[in-house]
């Protein structure tokens, strides 16, 4: 089906309807460095609009809440972090165990609470630098930590049957949206999707933003491609 066919069902019935969206990567252009990201004004405005428009606008970050909350900074919208692990009751009892591997760890890493995110963009050689992550996967699995790769990170999560799939099922089954939609760039929204599908929906639509860092396997899944978050803007000016 063609982009128009597909997005019909939610702009026409926007009191019924869900918008999913992740952050990085998918509003926000991928930067050097987390601290540097930016989404663009016209973004902004777009997301304004469709907050007042549908019954439900949420953004599930590989972020903390908090953060995306700051970097997205939308009123209206509501904000999941740690790749839905804040929705998990039970993370918090593990976020000593993730702060003890990090100590142990000793390397530089974005430190979530609840999980962590070492990043190898910026390293001289990504290939040595992705090398010496694959030991520290290795000994996350071997601590009973979920460690996963994504674009040009490694995350380590605690060992929850929680991820941006039970995320997104949540919050459609809070909002009672009967189609839904759901937009991602990275491995983690391979597990949105398949949260999408399995929400019992009448309409559902899986966005993919490709780059050539992005999982095959995403663009592969998706019912809608494009190339870019400024594409994405494009995608949902039309909602």
């Not at 998918?26 to 907050?51: G, H, M, S, Y």
């Amino acid at each position: 089906m063609e982009a128009p066919d597909l997005l019909a069902p939610l702009a026409e019935a926007p009191d019924r309807s869900a918008l999913v969206l992740d952050v990085d990567g998918t509003l926000a252009p991928v930067v050097a460095r987390p601290e540097l990201a930016e989404v663009p004004a016209a973004t902004r405005a777009e997301l304004e609009r469709l907050a007042s428009r549908y019954l439900l606008v949420a953004c599930v970050s590989g972020r903390s809440g908090e953060d995306a909350r700051r970097l997205v900074g939308v009123e209206g919208l509501q904000y999941v972090g740690n790749h839905g692990l804040e929705l998990d009751e039970r993370a918090e009892e593990l976020a000593a165990a993730i702060a003890s591997f990090r100590d142990a760890v000793g390397l530089p890493v974005e430190d979530k609470r609840l999980s962590l995110s070492y990043h190898y963009r910026q390293a001289p050689d990504e290939t040595s630098a992705r090398a010496m992550l694959e030991g520290v996967a290795e000994r996350a699995r071997a601590e009973g930590l979920d460690a996963r790769w994504g674009r040009k990170v490694l995350e380590i999560r605690p060992p929850l049957k929680t991820d941006k799939g039970t995320a997104v099922r949540a919050l459609i089954a809070r909002s009672g949206a009967r189609h839904g939609l759901y937009a991602g760039d990275d491995t983690t929204d391979l597990d949105a999707f398949a949260g999408l599908a399995g929400a019992g929906l009448e309409h559902a639509v899986r966005v993919a933003v490709a780059s050539e860092e992005g999982p095959r396997e995403l663009r592969e899944a998706a019912d809608l491609v494009v190339g870019s978050p400024e594409e994405l803007a494009g995608l949902l000016a039309r909602l």
